[in-house]
Nanobody, 125 residues
């Protein structure tokens, strides 16, 4: 059973920055990917960013492209989400996800097998 441990999050003013991190236990399945999703109150869970472990290719939602950066540390299967120029609409619970996920569905939550407990991000205006 994969264990995902998240850290980071908190309260920040609009325009500020936060960094989230997520560590996995080291599963190396084919097509292994790690990603971030978020869920705001009353809304569905939505894709934020993802990274394919074998290639380092990254994927972003349109709403965060250019502001957020996902990166990895190969040795300990840790993924980071650097969030800059935060907006009040970025307020949500952010979830780390991992699994053997094909690129074609990397923006969908269902293919991910493992999820973190979620961390709150609040951006004040």
């Amino acid at each position: 059973q994969e264990q995902l441990v998240e850290s980071g999050g908190g309260l920040v003013q609009a325009g500020g920055s936060l960094t989230l991190s997520c560590s996995a236990s080291g599963r190396t399945a084919s097509n292994f990917a790690m990603g971030w999703f978020r869920q705001a109150p009353g809304k569905e869970r939505e894709f934020v960013a993802a990274i394919k472990w074998s290639t380092g290719n990254t994927f972003y939602s349109d709403s965060v492209s250019g502001r957020f950066t996902i990166s990895r540390v190969n040795g300990n299967f840790t993924v980071y989400l650097q969030m800059n120029s935060l907006k009040p609409e970025d307020t949500a619970v952010y979830y780390c996800a991992a699994g053997a996920v094909r690129t074609t569905v990397i923006r969908e939550p269902r293919p991910y097998n493992y999820w973190g407990q979620g961390t709150h991000v609040t951006v004040s205006s």
